[in-house]
Each structure stands twice: as C-alpha cells, then as structure tokens.
C-alpha cells in the first residue's frame, strides 16, 4: 500500500548534494550489448516456504518458456528470504526446478539468500521487512557478494506476472540498450488520481514501481540509495522503498543538483505495466496488447484473469 500521508522534509539534502562537484560524480556506464548483460531475477519473499515459492513459480512460467533457445546471456535466480539462517538451503532449489520443470534450463544457477530477519511488528510494520531486503541487495556486502558478477537485477515481487513468454530476451535487451539505473513502470490506474491533485503528493505519485530492473555495477546508485536509506531508514519507513528512492529524489530544493545529474537514470519503461492492487482483466487486456509489454504488476490471479496456480503439492 502506498502511502498518502507525508512530512515536510526539514533536513540538510544539500549537505550531500550542493555544488556542481556532485554534478559531475555521476558517470554512466555505457556500451553494453546483450552479450556483457548478467542478469539476475530475484524473487522477494517475507517468508521461504512451498506454497508460495511454488505459487509464484508457475506464474512465471504459466504463459509459456521464459527464454527463447537464443538466449543472449546467463541469468541467475535468486530466491531471497527475510531469514538471518537458512537450515536446509537446497529445499527452496528443489521447490524451483519442480516448479520451472523444462524451463530449468532459462537459468545457469538458482541461488538461495537471506537477510538479517525482522517481524512484521516492528516499526515500520510488513514494508519494513521488503525495504531492509532491498536495500541490503545493494549495500550489504555479505548479500551482495554472493552475486558478483551481476550488471542488473529484476526485482520481481510475487505480484508481477508475466503476460507472454520470453519475458527473459526482454529484459536483457532492456538492460543492453538503455543506461539506467532503475526502468519500470509508472502507476497507469486511477486509484491515485485524487491524491494527484495534491502538491505535497506530487514528489511520489509519479514513481516507478518497485518492480523494476536495477543497475547492479554503478557505484553512484548505490550511493544514492545509501542516502536514501539515511533519512528515510529502512527499517522504520511504512512506506515502500520506491516511494522513498522517488521522494529523495524530487525533495527540492535540497536535492536539486542531484535531480539534475541523475533524473535521467531513472526510466519510465512499458516493458512492465503497475495496476496495483485494483487491477482488473481490462487492465491486463490492455497490457496484452502492448507488444513491448511482457508484465502486469497488481493483485491476485483470480482477480486479473491470468492464469491460474497450480495447488502445490504437499
């Protein structure tokens, strides 16, 4: 659930980010063709357990094979748990291959990870567990390195279904043509036209969605979300990380020289479509007609008339 209600920023931004020396910090990395690209998909889960690993599994493959045989590039799977320890970390890679089948193959290695853990009752209630896991993705090095080679990472969460195959080609060649730092999708419903109209809503309702594709290699995005983690912490924020990364960003003054070095590296993509959670076939209709777009992000499959998860198996 996003957030509606926002306190004034009455903090230092320009402390980091006056002068045009930080204008000048930011350095893309340009060049890449699909063949350089080492994409992983990581799958963010609250709690690691066969149901849901499973669910979310047969989504991604319920339209049809992830990857043409003339796949540009290795990917990786991550299956990312809220769990400090995991006792018995080839289970969730059996639940995997079961769930993929014959599109095992879409993948060179499906690797299991955890994160410090917390409650859904702590401060920041059940955002706070998905902020702390993406975060860390970026900026703790005892998650990071378990996947150094990595130049992107979809963050894909339970709710983003794919509406055709191949999504995998889709995403590489995303990667490979444009320099970003994070490319998704714009919020298309009309849930939030009302608070649209509010000024002091307007430095996040334009936001791209968590759902999204990331730079993993560019030093000055993880430094940038590093500052987002300093005054919006993580772990205590109602709101999810995608409002917080938006927010930070449009909080001017304070963070104009920043806006105006980075803005670019944050791309509105149609590969990727957010209903939210007011999606309806419609929505997804009009999704399946956009050859570019290969997701609809939103609600539950009984809602949206995609299709249907197999029960797990006990």
């Known amino acids: 659930m ?39 998909i990581v ?15 047969h989504r991604m493959v319920a339209v049809g094979s992830p990857c043409s045989k003339n796949a540009a590039s290795p990917v990786q799977l991550i299956v990312y748990g809220n769990v400090s320890a995991l006792v018995d970390k080839e289970k969730p890679v059996i639940w995997v ?23 859904p009752e702590d401060p920041g209630g059940p955002n706070a567990v998905v902020n702390k896991m993406f975060f860390d993705l970026f900026l703790n090095d005892a998650v990071r390195n378990r996947f150094p080679s990595s130049t992107h990472a979809f963050w894909m969460e339970p709710d983003a279904t794919p509406v055709r195959p191949h ?14 730092w994070m490319a998704g999708s714009v919020y298309r419903g009309s849930a939030l036209d009302e608070a649209a109209e509010s000024p002091g809503n307007r430095n996040w309702v334009g936001r791209i969605g968590g759902s999204a594709i990331y730079n993993m290699r560019d030093a000055s995005f993880s ?21 917080s990364i938006w927010r930070v960003l449009h909080t001017f003054p304070y963070t104009w020289p920043l806006y105006q070095a980075a803005r670019s590296r944050f791309v509105h993509a149609n590969f990727l479509h957010d209903w939210a959670s007011r999606i309806s076939p419609s929505d997804v209709a009009r999704t399946r007609a956009g050859p570019a777009a290969y997701f609809v992000h939103g609600s539950s499959a009984a809602d949206a008339d995609l299709p249907q998860p197999a029960p797990p198996t006990a």
């Not at 769930?99 to 853990?117: I, N, P, Q, R, W």
């Not at 999504?167 to 970003?180: E, K």
Request: glycine share 6%.
């Open 2 to 40: 996003i957030c509606f209600i926002f306190m004034n920023f009455l903090n230092p931004y320009n402390c980091h980010f006056r002068g045009g020396r930080n204008r000048r910090n930011i350095s893309p990395t340009i060049g890449w063709q699909p063949n350089d690209v080492k994409l992983s």
């Open 43 to 57: 799958l963010p889960f609250h709690e690691l357990n066969k149901a849901v690993v499973s669910e979310t599994i």
């Open 97 to 119: 291959m079961e769930g993929l089948g014959m599109y095992y193959s879409c993948f060179s290695k499906v690797v299991v990870l955890g994160t410090a853990e917390l409650s």
């Open 167 to 180: 999504w995998i080609d889709a995403l590489v060649g995303l990667a490979a043509r444009s320099n970003f």
């Open 223 to 243: 430094e940038f979300l590093r500052v987002v983690t300093h005054y919006e912490p993580a772990a205590t924020r109602t709101c999810k990380f995608d409002v």
